[in-house]
Nanobody, 114 residues
Framework: QVQLVESGGGLVQAGGSLRLSCTVS??????MAWYRQAPGKERELVAD???????NYVDSVKGRFTISRDNAKNTVFLQMNGLKPEDTAVYYC??????????WGQGTQVTVSS
């Protein structure tokens, strides 16, 4: 059974930091990513990282967020610095296996107060 367990969300003031983590069990992932969905908006890709280390960020978080992974622990992290109120959203972990099948975590709320 595939499981993605997320942690690290919460409430923080603008300019603060949070670190999200997501541990995957049941599959060997090819790529992992963080998405977010704010109220009334579509889910968007925040950052992704392949098993060989290729990384992409959405423009709005470049220079503030850092995605990393620990392959041995099947875990991906999202370090979020310089948080802004517009970063408020539910953040979802995504894992893609070598058959291009996508799996999702349950989501973790990030709220940034101004």
């Amino acid at each position: 059974q595939v499981q993605l367990v997320e942690s690290g969300g919460g409430l923080v003031q603008a300019g603060g930091s949070l670190r999200l983590s997501c541990t995957v069990s049941g599959i060997m992932f090819n790529a992992m990513a963080w998405y977010r969905q704010a109220p009334g908006k579509e889910r968007e890709l925040v950052a992704d990282i392949t098993r060989d280390g290729s990384i992409n960020y959405v423009d709005s978080v470049k220079g503030r967020f850092t995605i990393s992974r620990d392959n041995a622990k099947n875990t991906v992290f999202l370090q979020m610095n310089g948080l802004k109120p517009e970063d408020t959203a539910v953040y979802y972990c995504n894992a893609q296996d070598f058959g291009w099948v996508n799996y999702w975590g349950q989501g973790t709320q990030v709220t940034v107060s101004s």
